[in-house]
């Protein structure tokens, strides 16, 4: 039974060049094949703009191809850079994402360039992003100067002040940065990788009850191992929050998926058929969320 929407779905027509030894992103053909392997009935598509993510970029246009070719299965967002348009922090984006939106886009993102999150050109594509009435997409990393994602520092001071600024937009947070707030962070690597081990009470859970635009991203290995590090605390958490979050893979590699699927699926599925949260909760979480956010 397919009972998730994927609401981080990276997706390309053809493979990307490799980088490693093996490729970043699946192509249509195996990211269906691990949808129905999954129980996953769709993906939201959120396109590669950003040069820091993947070898190549990709266009919209692209995304919105492989929707029309399976419209049952994926539906899209648009991206952007906020470098875009000669790099302006004046840069007039709202009638680009209007034209998306008239297109079939759902929202924005994910928005992972290297820059502070309260760069003046990041403020201004969540400007237009409320103009437009599209929520937001965005990866929070904990370097500074490498790596991929939207820079804040621990006190994640930026995005309190961006979720505050925008009170109408809705934003969808994932990232290492971002999610090692489930819990006290112990060291600075914990804002660059999955954690794990129990949980004692972090910041986001009064993030939460601060802004309601907030909504988290259970997407990539940071959501997954945050949500799963202390299943009792889980439980609670997405009792608690049931209409905050929302189920996501991120980008899978191909030669990854073939060995092993993710887990979060059967962990969630788990925590329902034991009783140790509702059914209610369950349906929120995997799909009811999405629907809501990206009507799809």
């Given amino acids: 039974m397919a009972e998730f929407i994927d609401m981080h779905a990276v997706c390309v027509r053809e493979l990307m060049a490799p980088v490693g ?15 129905d392997r999954l129980g996953i009935a769709k993906g939201v ?26 419209p049952s299965r994926f539906s899209a967002f648009c991206n952007l850079d906020p470098r875009n348009c000669y790099n302006s922090p004046t840069a007039k984006f709202t009638p680009v994402l209007e ?22 050109r990041v403020q201004n594509l ?6 437009a009435s599209m929520p937001v997409s965005i990866h929070l990393d904990g370097f500074e100067d490498k ?12 995005l309190k002040a961006t979720l505050a600024r925008f009170p109408k937009l809705t934003f969808l947070v994932s990232g290492a940065a971002f999610w090692c707030e489930i819990s006290v962070p112990r060291c600075r690597d914990e804002r660059v990788s999955p954690v794990f081990g129990p949980v004692k009470e972090g910041m986001l859970r009064s993030l ?14 940071w959501g997954a191992a945050a949500i799963m590090r202390d299943k009792v605390y889980a439980a609670g958490f997405l009792t608690g929050f049931k209409d905050r979050i929302v189920f996501g ?4 590699s191909p030669e990854d998926v073939a060995k092993t699927l993710p887990v979060l699926p059967s962990f969630l599925r788990r925590l329902r058929d034991e009783g140790s949260i509702s059914v209610d909760v369950f349906d929120a979480v995997a799909s009811g969320n999405a629907k809501r956010i990206a009507r799809v």
């Avoid at 030894?21 to 949808?35: E, F, I, P, T, W």
């Avoid at 939460?208 to 290995?221: I, K």
């Fill in 208 to 221: 939460l009850e601060a802004y309601p635009n907030l909504v988290c991203n259970l997407s990539g290995p």
């Fill in 45 to 70: 598509i959120m396109p590669i703009a950003n040069v820091e993510t993947h070898p190549t970029g990709q266009a919209n246009e692209e995304v919105l191809r492989i929707v029309e070719a399976y």
């Fill in 147 to 158: 790596g991929a994602g939207l820079y804040d520092p621990p006190s994640l001071a930026g």
């Fill in 99 to 120: 034209h998306y939106k008239s297109r079939g886009c759902r929202g924005v993102g994910c928005v992972a360039a290297k820059l502070p999150i309260s760069d003046v």
């Fill in 249 to 252: 893979l991120d980008a899978q």
């Fill in 126 to 131: 969540f400007q237009s992003c409320e103009e």
């Fill in 21 to 35: 030894g093996k490729h970043g992103v699946c192509d249509v053909s195996r990211q269906l094949a691990m949808y």
